[in-house]
């Protein structure tokens, strides 16, 4: 099992957030924290996800997220 952490530019959206915790489930991935914060006075969301799971997982979830408009960017942070 490995950690990473995964930085994601989102619209500002209950869908938005519930499919990538979706995506982060359907990945068989672990959290161990969320950080979302607001951005652009409210109309985009930041979210710092620290995660663990297989090594190729964290690619995988960053290429599913971006496969969805709700997503402006997803890009892995740190391996360890």
């Known amino acids: ?3 990473f ?3 994601v530019e989102l619209v500002n959206s209950h869908d938005a957030v519930a499919k ?3 995506a982060v489930k359907q990945g068989n991935l672990g959290i161990e924290s ?3 914060h607001s ?3 409210g109309r985009n969301l930041s979210a710092i996800l620290l995660l663990h799971g297989e090594e190729n ?3 995988w979830l960053v290429n599913k997220l971006l496969n969805f ?3 402006r960017s997803a890009k ?3 391996q360890v």
Do not use: G, H, S
């Open 57 to 59: 997982k964290a690619e």
């Open 34 to 36: 969320i950080n979302i």
């Open 5 to 7: 952490v995964v930085f």
């Open 20 to 22: 990538m915790l979706l």
């Open 76 to 78: 892995i942070l740190k």
């Open 1 to 3: 099992m490995m950690r």
């Open 69 to 71: 408009p709700y997503y």
């Open 39 to 41: 951005t652009e006075d």
